[in-house]
T-cell receptor, first 111, second 114 residues
Framework: QQPVQSPQAVILREGEDAVINCSSS?????VHWYRQKHGEAPVFLMI?????EQKGHDKISASFNEKKQQSSLYLTASQLSYSGTYFC????????????FGKGTMLLVSP | NAGVTQTPKFQVLKTGQSMTLQCAQD?????MSWYRQDPGMGLRLIHY???????DQGEVPNGYNVSRSTTEDFPLRLLSAAPSQTSVYFC?????????????FGQGTRLTVV
């Protein structure tokens, strides 16, 4: 079952902040975040494990609330290069791991 | 280090034709998978493999076959192409079947079925 992402789209001016949310109805083993630019392959940003840890990558960070099965991606002081579609992928451990992606959040950063 | 290589990049098929999308990785990854990406639908899992000789179905397996005879290769076969299979197909690989490792994606195959 696909995780639910919100919002579907965000338009920002350079330097503004954004939050993208991802929620699942199932108990999660981990949450992945990927960014895809138009016409390109998705590129890995970060993985979060259950336990509520928060990770960061430059000015992009994420959190994972295990109790609520929710993850949020925080983009701070957005840059033009942040534009793209962001996908969360969730893993429900059952022996083998499969990655199920949400429908994506389109982010457009304008000058 | 090439990573994940998909061929072809573009393909046009007629309804009813069959073809194989190729995927190869040179990172000695256990786990390989195929996704299709349609507008507004995100990435949906077609089939996956946890090692040579082991494959399983994902969310949308109908109309597709896979096999994994080697660690490196994971081809996706369309048995009888239908317009509903028009999509962008991505192959991905990960180091471990236990999860918690990043997925590396190929550059995709854009397939049009007419």
């Amino acid at each position: 079952q696909q995780p639910v992402q919100s919002p579907q789209a965000v338009i920002l001016r350079e330097g503004e902040d954004a939050v993208i949310n991802c929620s699942s109805s199932k108990a999660l083993y981990s949450v992945h975040w990927y960014r895809q630019k138009h016409g390109e392959a998705p590129v890995f940003l970060m993985i979060l494990l259950k336990g509520g840890e928060q990770k960061g990558h430059d000015k992009i960070s994420a959190s994972f609330n295990e109790k609520k099965q929710q993850s949020s991606l925080y983009l701070t002081a957005s840059q033009l290069s942040y534009s793209g579609t962001y996908f969360c992928g969730t893993e429900i451990y059952s022996g083998y791991s499969t990655l199920t992606f949400g429908k994506g959040t389109m982010l457009l950063v304008s000058p | 280090n090439a990573g994940v290589t998909q061929t072809p990049k573009f393909q046009v098929l007629k309804t009813g034709q069959s073809m194989t999308l190729q995927c190869a990785q040179d990172m000695n990854h256990e786990y390989m998978s195929w996704y299709r990406q349609d507008p507004g639908m995100g990435l949906r899992l077609i089939h996956y493999s946890v090692g040579a000789g082991i494959t399983d179905q994902g969310e949308v397996p109908n109309g597709y076959n896979v096999s994994r005879s080697t660690t490196e290769d994971f081809p996706l076969r369309l048995l009888s192409a239908a317009p509903s299979q028009t999509s962008v197909y991505f192959c991905a690989s990960s180091y471990s079947i236990r999860g918690n490792t990043e997925a590396f994606f190929g550059q995709g195959t854009r397939l049009t079925v007419v």
